[in-house]
């Protein structure tokens, strides 16, 4: 019962709930239910994820002098979908298959074809990923089919399992709008791929791609993090005393943001762009005073590797909107402005959050599978010990000093050595994809 002590080391008692219910009892409830889906399932998903931001990690000091001079070369826009759909949407969609069931306490819906759902998105993301590398359209299109037709299935899945709820968490709601989000996403992104081999968009493509960048940023990617935040942070840091008063009015204020930035661009309305990015700069600031709280109230008062992640994740977050608003507003014409606040979006917001959950998540999956069954029959290794904690902790230093080196030394124009900043950051990604793929072998 090694684990029952680890799960309870740097706590505080709670009134009237036992220790080991609500630390260890959470948890595998949460990984582990059989409301869920075989570990076969969400696994792939959330493996492949991780090779993605390896391999987003290894070819970003080469693409990084094209992206600061043309933010719309081929390799450059491999290099984001790569980020957007092999690492960030990869692992949302694994993860999403194991927790949502459990969440709304509700078996997963429409599973006929389930497991073809990975074969389907990965090799859409590969041909897709391939025609951006090297721009051959049919490719474009040929992934972005496939593509949608994983996340028309996805959408179902976890759609219809929302909907046959029988609990509603404030999660469930942000999970809702942000599926609504991601089939708009996918229908542009076909669309822009269907241009480059048509040409029928003219002057309304860049309204489009504008559109389709804040909806996949923030309607789908950014919707879903600050949603499962307030169920895992709560779980991972023993917040559960923690209300949902601040994260409904988040809920409200970051959809009206969203739907009125999506309007501001693809209709070209500048005075509704600037309106919503201010109301979308505090409801972030809203939502990093609420995460804090979270922690502020937490009863597991010694943070681990998992919570460094997401208290960087937020801070970026917080610092990348308004910066946002501010070249918006001034019209800075920098050249490399805007692919550093891309990049400090994908590394320090988001790709952090998936990496700090997946510490978690994949350690809790693939022991409830491989030693649950052993616990009071024989001596089990500790959940904590199948993740490389130095490697942890050298991976996050390293992603955060390159990540702000390559931001800094890129907007002076010091090219060389961003890159040489680029790739501490890439080294800091593989050795965390080597962290968490290392768990099949612990």
Request: charged share 5%.
């Amino acid at each position: 019962m090694g684990t029952l002590k680890h799960e309870q080391d740097n706590t505080t008692p709670v009134p009237g709930i036992k220790k080991p219910i609500i630390t260890t009892g959470g948890m595998q409830g949460m990984m582990t239910s059989n409301r869920g889906v075989p570990l076969t399932v969400p696994l792939p998903f959330l493996l492949t994820g991780a090779c993605a931001a390896a391999l987003f990690g290894l070819l970003l000091p080469w693409v990084l002098p094209e992206a600061l001079q043309a933010p719309d070369f081929p390799h450059v826009l491999a290099l984001v979908h790569i980020v957007t759909l092999g690492w960030l949407t990869m692992t949302i969609m694994g993860a999403s298959l194991q927790l949502i069931p459990v969440i709304v306490v509700a078996p997963l819906r429409g599973t006929c074809f389930v497991h073809w759902q990975y074969p389907v998105f990965t090799g859409g993301v590969i041909l897709l990923v391939s025609g951006f590398w090297w721009m051959q359209p049919c490719l474009l299109i040929t992934g972005g089919s496939l593509i949608i037709l994983a996340v028309i299935h996805h959408v179902i899945v976890i759609g219809v399992t929302l909907a046959h709820a029988s609990k509603r968490p404030l999660t469930v709601y942000f999970l809702g709008t942000s599926l609504l989000y991601l089939c708009i996403v996918v229908g542009l992104g076909l669309t822009a791929a269907l241009n480059f081999q048509f040409g029928f968009l003219t002057t309304g493509f860049d309204q489009l791609l504008l559109t389709h960048i804040i909806l996949g940023l923030v309607g789908w990617l950014s919707s879903t993090l600050i949603g499962v935040s307030y169920t895992l942070t709560r779980l991972f840091a023993l917040a559960h005393s923690h209300d949902d008063r601040l994260g409904r009015i988040v809920f409200l204020l970051l959809n009206t943001s969203i739907i009125g930035l999506a309007c501001g661009f693809l209709f070209s309305v500048f005075i509704l762009i600037i309106a919503c990015s201010i109301l979308l700069t505090a409801t972030v600031w809203l939502f990093a005073y609420d995460y804090w709280r979270m922690l502020h109230i937490r009863h597991r008062k010694v943070l681990d590797t998992t919570q460094y992640h997401a208290i960087a994740a937020v801070l970026y977050f917080a610092l990348i909107v308004p910066l946002g608003v501010l070249v918006t507003l001034f019209h800075w014409q920098q050249p490399a402005i805007l692919p550093l606040l891309v990049l400090l979006a994908f590394v320090g917001w988001l790709g952090q959050s998936t990496i700090g959950y997946l510490y978690k998540i994949v350690p809790f999956l693939i022991w409830n599978k491989r030693y649950g069954p052993l616990v009071g029959r024989q001596k089990v290794p500790l959940m904590r010990d199948m993740i490389h904690q130095r490697w942890a902790i050298i991976s996050f230093w390293f992603i955060n000093v390159g990540l702000v080196g390559t931001s800094l030394l890129a907007l002076f124009a010091l090219v060389l050595p961003a890159q040489i900043a680029a790739g501490i950051m890439g080294a800091g990604l593989i050795v965390a994809a080597i962290n968490i793929i290392g768990v099949l072998r612990a």
